[in-house]
Nanobody, 111 residues
Framework: QVQPVEAGGGLVQAGGSLRLSCEAS????????ISWYRQAPGKQREWVAS???????DVAASVLGRFTISGDNAKNTVYLQMNSLKPEDTAVYYC?????WGQGTQVTVSS
């Protein structure tokens, strides 16, 4: 496995929750910053959240208090817990590890 693999997207009503996952190889998971980005139709891709190999996290102001990034070293997986979802959160969500991008997972929030 080289590219990270995302999962967990779907259709949810406003106010609902989803948890995205990003699985990577052990070497890449343990030695890189892992980030989530999203891209809505007609918009530029934007950074959402990051976690370092030591567990430090950071999230964008637009999702602060609603989204949480976490990691499971045993599973080589990073999660993005998304709560209180809004229609403007609708986008394709991508996982990035170093220079590698996943294929993306669609999140659609209905009003």
């Amino acid at each position: 496995q080289v590219q990270p693999v995302e999962a967990g997207g779907g259709l949810v009503q406003a106010g609902g929750s989803l948890r995205l996952s990003c699985e990577a190889s052990r070497n890449r998971f343990s030695s890189n910053v892992i980030s989530w980005y999203r891209q809505a139709p007609g918009k530029q891709r934007e950074w959402v959240a990051s976690i370092t190999s030591s567990g430090s996290t950071d999230v964008a102001a637009s999702v602060l208090g609603r989204f949480t990034i976490s990691g499971d070293n045993a599973k080589n997986t990073v999660y993005l817990q998304m709560n209180s979802l809004k229609p403007e959160d609708t986008a394709v969500y991508y996982c990035r590890i170093g220079v590698l991008w996943g294929q993306g997972t669609q999140v659609t929030v209905s009003s």
